[in-house]
């Protein structure tokens, strides 16, 4: 039986995830698999990927994923990375596409007009390199990995969640946005843990070792209803 999957629909770099996995986990059978049937018997699933989310809605539907990842999503412990977690959302402006619809909420691109500095410099788009990600919310997959830790990114796009209660961590760029997103057995993140050394392969041994319980508590104590 396969202990983690990781989900393999042509878009990106995904043995470097499964390796970083298998790192902190190196007693646990990793799978890199396109197949629904494994995904399904997987006790863990990550959803990682790169590049344009049309085409990522594309292949993924192309190889007859979308019922196992949309069940996963719902039913085991969950790891959104990139694009991964723009696809849980319902829809991009990237392509005027929808997406997966399990989290509500829309994939924005960063506006040219806001990308400046305190210093008046034009910063770039996609974003791409460290950022500090300040922690919103106690969870699991946080734990021994201090807010404001820094964390690798390449990304045009980023989520924004209907539900600021999903929100699990934010990064600014130059305005704050959400680069963590949480909601019962899903935890979603717009870096890259794979690429974000020790911090990362925190996240990743958390992952891991995470056993999700049906509700989440934001950091203020209030707790919130189940989106999923």
Request: hydrophobic letters at 45%.
């Amino acid at each position: 039986m396969t202990d983690i999957a990781v989900i393999d629909y042509g878009m990106g770099n995904l043995r470097s995830v499964a390796k970083a996995i298998e790192h902190v986990a190196p007693d646990l059978a990793v799978s890199v698999t396109s197949d629904p049937r494994i995904v399904r018997r997987a006790a863990r699933v990550v959803f990682p990927g790169q590049g344009a989310m049309p085409d990522c809605m594309r292949e993924m539907d192309a190889r007859g994923l979308r019922d196992a990842v949309v069940t996963a999503a719902r039913e085991k412990p969950f790891l959104g990375i990139c694009i991964g977690l723009q696809m849980l959302f319902e829809h991009s402006e990237e392509g005027d596409v929808s997406g997966l619809g399990l989290l509500p909420g829309t994939v924005r691109r960063f506006a040219a007009a806001a990308m400046v500095d305190a210093q008046g410099a034009k910063l770039k788009v996609p974003h791409m390199g460290w950022n500090e990600v300040h922690q919103t919310m106690a969870h699991p997959l946080w734990e021994g990995i201090p807010t404001a830790s820094r964390f690798y990114f390449v990304h045009s796009y980023y989520v924004e969640p209907a539900t600021p209660q999903l929100v699990a961590g934010y990064s600014l760029y130059p305005s704050s946005f959400a680069c963590a997103v949480a909601s019962n057995n899903v935890f979603a993140v717009q870096f890259h843990p794979e690429k974000s050394h020790a911090a990362g392969l925190r996240l990743l041994a958390n992952f891991v070792a995470w056993q999700p319980l049906r509700y989440m508590a934001p950091a203020s104590g209030r707790s919130h209803s189940p989106v999923l």
